[in-house]
């Protein structure tokens, strides 16, 4: 028979093959009006319940595999075998049928995957026994690829696993599997040697060297099967074990398993946490991939934070249990700040007072948060501390995280979830090379398994404390701003978000109305492409192409000289140019970052620009495109988290031309073929647009109001925009049209005039912008340009210094010229280096050119390195800081700094912008950072005194390796002096009747009258 099955096959070939059309449906029919022809000559694993088959090349094929001899029936027995198999991620599963032969039972499992790495149990139960040096065991196995592994099931019963609460368990791993196709019979034998083994591991794992491990209990046989893409079959044959040892009746022992052997967290009735783990790039909540989404807790209530679509807080005191249990019965996860240890004074490692268990001091914490901004001179005792909580913690053994400035390599050694970044709002960094850091700081550190990082959404806190000193009105971090930020975030790969904040919301403030919506918009749309941030991973980035201009009657030579690109990259460009995002330049235009996750992908297209960290531009493009590679099925959907729309399929050399027409800020496209993924992604979108259309529109209403009452009091100083009146009528009506396409629910529309409003409103932010950045070098060069909030304070500053009163002094610094090497010595100049940076740095005066002119030389370097070799690490550290003398200053004045540079003649410098000037009064974060040229460049900054403040002084760092010269560094004080009236006769007493008017009444009736001229 199987010989006839095999002619009939290799005919029906032949005739193809030669385009035989007559004979070859007799004989396809033959084929399949003879089953029981066919059947026996089945491949290994076909599962003919589903009637499905695989070609030879996928992974887990059944081709070239040897069938089952005498099979009789297949029939489909799930849950009734004596062998169980059960995957924990949803993306993997496990099918489990019976072959029934003429002697015997096969147990066969199918396990699907499309490629989620996990190991696969395929357990089976056996009579309780003792462990001991004898017991052995055998499994026949036949399987589609090598690597299955045989194991025993172990029990400790007088040892509680602290993760499980429940008795300890483990695998002691036996044989594996190495012919694939053929039956195999994998035996587990010195079991007293691999117990012994396990337990070291188990040990260290658990961070106990007491484990209680008498009268260890095997209870079960286990196979584990690491899953591929594909398909892969198992058939499970004989089984054998023993000999059995009985069990002491004063050992009871759970002989279900309770618990899988790896660190995940039983969903135990004991359980008071939301269980929280890191493992494999991905960080899991409830056993599921998620993208932590997290705020500081101020007591905002509980309907407010299930509103912003939150799945974590942070309670900065764990003694805080009432909060957290409150927290934890909402179903977040709890992320709590443990106690301090006492440590002897400079001695990390001697304790003077250990903590107390901390299962009983907060027991509803799922993470501990160790630190903000953890410096690396910060990192002996922080390390003391994370070690100390281990031990107090290693009953539940939860996981711990820290926010830190450098370093993260050495961190993540000791903290699970390490937090990366920095603010930069309002600061010379744009968010574009934000997103570049975060890549580049995650791809270099190596160890970062689930980075992660804080997104700005209030001023910073020295901006705060400034403002507040000064009565001035706060910069405000705009919706756009805080979008922005979260996508820099995850198209650098980062795994979860905590959005930073020092107070408590109110949302009846209108302010605070705006943040709360831009934060709930953000994280909408975070949940929406979760399964891609979640389990997916950064391939690459791609730079978007605008539309080509349309080529006329000219000539090629004419449109290559119309074309900005240079000449080179025209002729060899490409639609799928690489983004460059390990370098340190600025990006500036839209790119994408390409995401994926399984068999599809997400492009996640965002524009960058160097001034949207001030005021968001309009970040607008008609029409944009990118080539992609994609399968020859898959097809390109844009989605928002108000609908999902099909985009043409063009098919182009190197991929699948993706096209974006009215870009506007951002946009998110979804490349795949599977229609039950994409199906799934409608349902959710269905979920959510309704409120998504709801929060556009009401952010729109919001900011028109904000602005327009800012432009109101530019108006008085005139700085609004001529075009003011027209942007703002477009943009009311495009909000007018959003409510009405809300009213009927067409979510859709609504989001489309919606964004409309709020780009009209950021072209009228950015004209105001520019008219008061007119005749000032940078945004960070005057206090009051790093928002549009902000602004009425910078022209009524400038009204102060243009105003004919306002007198200008001498030069506060007069060493600042560095010509007297005398009074350089004693005036006070600081000279200020990084410890442990690894750089050798100096500071000194030197002559330069036939002027005898004697300049301030800055220098680091790295005395070890390459000649040429970039050095990423080098743009973290500022090796060098020089201060000058104090200044004498008073409140309300306004100084002025000025100065010249150039860069040095002996070091090249390694990052773009290697010098920052700041003030006393702003700090860093508010300097001035420059590009170095061979020749002289000039600098100048504005700062307004501070009430309280008598002092202050000007610095010069350097980041990273590089030589600078500073000459000519000057401080002066603008003051407004007050008007001086005319000479008043001198009069007896009683000769005129004195006026009852105060001074400065009769001075103003004087100037209206005419007798004072102003």
């Given at each position: 028979m199987v010989g006839m099955c095999f002619i009939v096959r290799r005919v029906l070939v032949l005739s193809i093959m030669a385009g035989s059309v007559i004979f070859a449906p007799a004989l396809i029919a033959c084929v399949l009006f003879a089953p029981s022809l066919y059947a026996p000559a089945q491949c290994f694993g076909q599962n003919r319940s589903e009637g499905r088959s695989q070609g030879p090349q996928q992974s887990g094929s059944r081709v070239g595999l040897r069938s089952v001899p005498g099979t009789t029936e297949v029939a489909s027995v799930p849950g009734t075998a004596q062998w169980q198999g059960q995957a924990k991620r949803p993306e993997n599963r496990v099918v489990a049928s019976r072959i029934v032969e003429r002697s015997r039972t096969i147990e066969r499992f199918q396990i699907t995957s499309d490629g989620t790495a996990e190991t696969v149990q395929i357990s089976s139960l056996v009579t309780p026994s003792l462990l001991h040096e004898e017991y052995n065991a055998s499994v026949q196995i036949q399987?589609?690829?090598?690597?299955?592994?045989?194991?025993?099931?172990?029990?400790?019963?007088?040892?509680?696993?602290?993760?499980?609460?429940?008795?300890?368990?483990?695998?002691?791993?036996?044989?594996?599997?190495?012919?694939?196709?053929?039956?195999?019979?994998?035996?587990?034998?010195?079991?007293?040697?691999?117990?012994?083994?396990?337990?070291?591991?188990?040990?260290?794992?658990?961070?106990?060297?007491?484990?209680?491990?008498?009268?260890?209990?095997?209870?079960?046989?286990?196979?584990?099967?690491?899953?591929?893409?594909?398909?892969?079959?198992?058939?499970?044959?004989?089984?054998?074990?023993?000999?059995?040892?009985?069990?002491?009746?004063?050992?009871?022992?759970?002989?279900?398993?309770?618990?899988?052997?790896?660190?995940?967290?039983?969903?135990?009735?004991?359980?008071?946490?939301?269980?929280?783990?890191?493992?494999?790039?991905?960080?899991?909540?409830?056993?599921?991939?998620?993208l932590l989404r997290f705020l500081p807790d101020h007591g905002e209530s509980m309907d407010l934070v299930e509103q912003l679509k939150l799945n974590s807080v942070w309670i900065p005191d764990c003694r805080e249990t009432d909060r957290a249990r409150a927290l934890y019965e909402s179903g977040l996860a709890v992320l709590a700040t443990p106690p301090h240890p006492e440590f002897e004074p400079g001695k990390q490692f001697q304790l003077l007072s250990s903590l107390p268990p901390l299962?009983?001091?907060c027991p509803n914490a799922s993470a501990w948060y160790m630190g903000t901004r953890i410096a690396p001179d910060q990192l002996p005792h922080f390390l003391a501390w994370s070690r100390e909580t281990r031990s107090a913690d290693r009953n539940l053994d939860r996981v711990q995280m820290a926010d830190v400035i450098g370093l993260e390599g050495v961190v993540s050694r000791e903290i699970d979830l390490v937090g990366i970044g920095r603010h930069v709002i309002g600061r010379a960094e744009s968010i574009g090379e934000l997103r570049n850091q975060l890549f580049r700081r995650h791809r270099t550190a190596g160890q970062l398994s689930a980075p992660w990082t804080w997104v700005q959404v209030e001023p910073s806190g020295?901006?705060?404390?400034?403002?507040?000193?000064?009565?001035?009105?706060?910069?405000?971090?705009?919706?756009?701003?805080?979008?922005?930020?979260?996508?820099?975030?995850?198209?650098?790969?980062?795994?979860?978000?905590?959005?930073?904040?020092?107070?408590?919301?109110?949302?009846?403030?209108?302010?605070?109305?705006?943040t709360l919506l831009a934060i709930e918009l953000a994280n909408l749309e975070l949940m929406l492409i979760e399964p891609f941030l979640a389990r997916g991973r950064v391939d690459t980035h791609l730079s978007m192409q605008p539309k080509e201009p349309e080529v006329g009657k000219g000539s090629l030579k004419d449109s290559l000289k119309n074309n900005k690109q240079p000449w080179l990259q025209q002729a060899f460009s490409s639609p799928r140019l690489s983004a460059s995002v390990m370098g340190l330049e600025q990006p500036e235009g839209p790119d994408a970052a390409v995401i994926t996750a399984g068999g599809s992908m997400l492009i996640l297209v965002t524009h960058w620009d160097k001034t949207s960290q001030f005021v968001p531009s309009t970040m607008y493009s008609p029409e944009l495109s990118l080539v992609v590679a994609a399968s020859e099925t898959a097809s390109p959907y844009l989605i928002s988290t108000t609908g999902i729309r099909g985009l043409p399929r063009e098919v182009r050399a190197g991929g699948l031309k993706v096209t974006l027409k009215n870009f506007d800020r951002s946009a998110m496209v979804v490349v795949a073929s599977d229609l039950g993924m994409l199906r799934s992604m409608e349902e959710r979108i269905h979920q959510i647009s309704g409120r998504a259309a709801e929060i556009l529109t009401r952010l729109s209403s919001l900011k028109y109001r904000r602005v327009l009452q800012t432009v109101e009091i530019l108006r008085e100083y005139n700085g609004a925009p001529p075009e003011a009146d027209r942007l703002f009528a477009l943009a009311q009506e495009a909000n007018d049209r959003a409510q009405e396409q809300f009213r009927q629910k067409d979510y859709p529309e609504t989001a489309d005039y919606a964004r409309t409003s709020l780009q009209y409103l950021r072209q009228i932010q950015v004209l105001a912008w520019q008219a008061a950045m007119k005749g000032v070098d940078s945004p960070v060069s005057y206090p009051h340009t790093v928002s549009f909030m902000t602004l009425p304070s910078h022209f009524e500053m400038r009204a102060r210094m243009a105003d004919t009163n306002a007198r200008e002094s001498i030069n506060q610094l007069p060493t600042g010229s560095f010509?007297?090497?005398?009074?350089?010595?004693?005036?006070?100049?600081?000279?200020?280096?990084?410890?442990?940076?690894?750089?050798?740095?100096?500071?000194?005066?030197?002559?330069?050119?036939?002027?005898?002119?004697?300049?301030?030389?800055?220098?680091?370097?790295?005395?070890?390195?390459?000649?040429?070799?970039?050095?990423?690490?080098?743009?973290?550290?500022?090796?060098?800081?020089?201060?000058?003398?104090?200044?004498?200053?008073?409140?309300?004045?306004?100084?002025?700094?000025?100065?010249?540079?150039?860069?040095?003649?002996?070091?090249?410098?390694?990052?773009?912008?290697?010098?920052?000037?700041?003030?006393?009064?702003?700090?860093?974060?508010?300097?001035?950072?420059?590009?170095?040229?061979?020749?002289?460049?000039?600098?100048?900054?504005?700062?307004?005194?501070?009430?309280?403040?008598?002092?202050?002084?000007?610095?010069?760092?350097?980041?990273?390796?590089?030589?600078?010269?500073?000459?000519?560094?000057?401080?002066?004080?603008?003051?407004?002096?007050?008007?001086?009236?005319?000479?008043?006769?001198?009069?007896?007493?009683?000769?005129?009747?004195?006026?009852t008017d105060p001074p400065a009444r009769r001075s103003a009736d004087a100037r209206a009258s005419g007798e004072i001229s102003n």
């Open positions: 399987a589609t690829r090598p690597g299955v592994r045989v194991a025993l099931r172990v029990v400790f019963p007088h040892q509680l696993d602290p993760r499980t609460r429940q008795p300890l368990e483990t695998l002691l791993e036996g044989d594996s599997y190495k012919r694939e196709g053929e039956w195999q019979t994998l035996r587990f034998s010195d079991p007293m040697r691999r117990l012994e083994t396990q337990l070291r591991l188990l040990r260290a794992e658990l961070h106990r060297s007491d484990l209680d491990v008498r009268q260890p209990i095997v209870s079960g046989i286990v196979l584990l099967v690491e899953t591929v893409s594909g398909e892969t079959f198992v058939d499970v044959g004989e089984s054998r074990s023993g000999p059995e040892v009985a069990i002491p009746s004063s050992v009871t022992v759970p002989i279900v398993p309770v618990s899988s052997v790896t660190s995940d967290m039983s969903q135990d009735s004991t359980l008071q946490f939301v269980p929280l783990q890191v493992e494999l790039n991905q960080i899991l909540l409830n056993k599921k991939p998620v299962d009983v001091v020295f901006q705060q404390q400034w403002r507040e000193r000064m009565s001035s009105p706060m910069p405000f971090v705009e919706p756009e701003q805080i979008l922005l930020q979260v996508n820099a975030a995850m198209s650098s790969g980062c795994k979860g978000v905590g959005y930073w904040k020092t107070r408590q919301f109110d949302p009846q403030n209108p302010l605070d109305e705006e010509e007297n090497l005398r009074e350089l010595s004693t005036s006070g100049w600081r000279f200020d280096e990084a410890s442990d940076s690894g750089y050798t740095c100096s500071a000194d005066v030197v002559t330069e050119g036939s002027q005898r002119n004697s300049v301030l030389r800055m220098s680091a370097w790295l005395p070890n390195s390459p000649q040429g070799e970039p050095l990423v690490r080098s743009f973290e550290v500022t090796p060098i800081v020089v201060t000058s003398p104090a200044v004498a200053v008073q409140g309300g004045e306004i100084i002025r700094i000025r100065g010249r540079f150039r860069r040095g003649r002996s070091i090249q410098s390694q990052v773009p912008l290697p010098l920052l000037i700041f003030d006393s009064e702003l700090g860093p974060e508010s300097g001035l950072r420059f590009r170095l040229e061979s020749e002289w460049q000039s600098f100048e900054m504005v700062r307004e005194i501070a009430p309280g403040s008598n002092t202050f002084t000007i610095s010069a760092a350097l980041n990273g390796m590089g030589e600078v010269q500073l000459d000519d560094l000057s401080v002066t004080r603008i003051t407004t002096v007050p008007p001086i009236g005319p000479a008043v006769p001198l009069t007896l007493t009683g000769d005129t009747k004195e006026s």
